[in-house]
């Protein structure tokens, strides 16, 4: 049995078909959606997200978004995100720790951007994260 699942972004839709089960970052932690889950609607933080269609799970990396669990439709929506085979290890390194100076830098001069540079760098670990992960599930 599977349902209907979207994978949209503000830039272009990522994936559109049969789930027989997807997991992703929620507001609250690590979830899970099989089939016949009960409605729910909830914010996503930065993270992974798999995708399981029968013996083949697809793996992608999204910033931000909200999850909506109809009885029918699993909608994922988000303002970024990419397929994680799509994403260099090097770009990733970069981003963050482009980020961890960017915090750096503010932390020490007193700016008040420091919140939104520290959400910059969770968003930058999060990446890496995912990527390093893919990168573990193609040696195996």
């Not at 209907?4 to 272009?12: A, I, N, P, V, W």
């Not at 090097?90 to 007193?110: D, I, P």
């Amino acid at each position: 049995m599977a349902v209907k699942t979207r994978l949209l972004t503000s830039e272009k839709p990522l994936y559109e078909g049969e789930c027989d089960f997807v997991v992703l970052r929620g507001a609250d932690g690590d979830l899970g959606v099989l089939p016949g889950h009960a409605p729910l609607l909830t914010w996503l933080k930065p993270g992974e997200v798999m995708l399981r269609r029968g013996e083949k799970d697809e793996y992608y990396f999204l910033e931000d978004g909200y999850l909506e669990v109809l009885p029918e439709l699993v909608s994922i929506m988000a303002q970024r995100g990419e397929p994680c085979d799509a994403i260099p290890l090097e770009r990733a390194e970069s981003l963050r720790k482009a980020a961890e100076e960017a915090v750096s830098r503010a932390a020490s001069s007193g700016d008040q951007e420091v919140v939104a540079l520290s959400r910059e760098l969770e968003v930058a670990n999060a990446r890496l994260e995912a990527v390093e992960r893919q990168r573990r599930r193609g040696r195996d």
